[in-house]
């Protein structure tokens, strides 16, 4: 396993989409350990594969439940608003309101290649919403609530 370095806001790389993954093999398999080392080395709850400058449709989450892979996620339900603060590894010391669903359900393959269905609740519904997000090219700043002032 290796640290991978995370690109941060004002790398192109970052605002591009990422490729669906067609074969889950041992590629994929060491970025994804290798994604998971450098969350947990950042102090994160989640990464997705641009932000270490792979274009593939990867992301690893850890909320405090465990650690997931999702390759090639698509959320298929999603239901209720959820306003909470966000932060993202690839924009230090940045933070905003951003709406979010409060349920979501996810479909994606596992590190195994096999197809899951997850149902996921606020931190963590909001964290795979965050990631999904990275993997179209889009940040949560383009998401902050603006206040009226």
Known sequence: MALRNI???GDEILRKKS???DV?????KTLI???FETMYEADGVGLAAPQVGILKRVVVIDVGEGPIAL???EIIEQGGKY???EGCLSV???QGEVERPEKIKVKALNEE???IILEAEELFARAICHEVDHLNGVLFVDKIIKSEE
Do not use: F, L
């Open 113 to 115: 290649g096999k197809e």
């Open 24 to 28: 889950v093999n041992d590629r994929i």
């Open 19 to 21: 490729r669906s993954i």
């Open 7 to 9: 690109r941060t806001y």
């Open 92 to 94: 230090p010391g940045e």
């Open 83 to 85: 306003i909470d603060v």
């Open 33 to 35: 350990k290798d994604m």
């Open 71 to 73: 390759i090639n996620p």
